[in-house]
Nanobody, 120 residues
Framework: QVQLVQSGGGLVQPGGSLSLSCAIK????????MRWYRQAPGNRRELVAL???????EYHDAVKGRFAITKDGATNTLNLQMSGLKYEDTAVYYC??????????????WGQGTQVTVSS
């Protein structure tokens, strides 16, 4: 069974930077896609960034040019670097992994969520 363990986040002033990490633990045959989502109070969960195994990325229009999704192969960690943070970036952020376990169909795993608060 795959587990995603998140770290990072916290309180930051507008214009500041934060990094989120998502350690991928478990037995994976292959990865289909890696994503970061966020959910603000009263809002639906929304896709923030996508990274494919080929290295292709996609971003929500609201974070383009400010956020970067990467994967560290050495540590098997998915990262989200956030800069130029705005009040509206305040949310709980979740990492998400679509993967194939050895000899099995497509599975999905979620991190536990981490709070990012942008406030002066």
């Amino acid at each position: 069974q795959v587990q995603l363990v998140q770290s990072g986040g916290g309180l930051v002033q507008p214009g500041g930077s934060l990094s989120l990490s998502c350690a991928i633990k478990g037995n994976i045959f292959s990865i289909n896609a890696m994503r970061w989502y966020r959910q603000a109070p009263g809002n639906r969960r929304e896709l923030v960034a996508l990274l494919t195994p080929a290295g292709d990325t996609e971003y929500h229009d609201a974070v383009k040019g400010r956020f970067a999704i990467t994967k560290d192969g050495a540590t098997n960690t998915l990262n989200l670097q956030m800069s130029g943070l705005k009040y509206e970036d305040t949310a709980v952020y979740y990492c998400n992994l679509e993967y194939f376990p050895p000899g099995d169909d497509l599975h999905e795993a979620w991190g536990q969520g981490t709070q990012v608060t942008v406030s002066s």
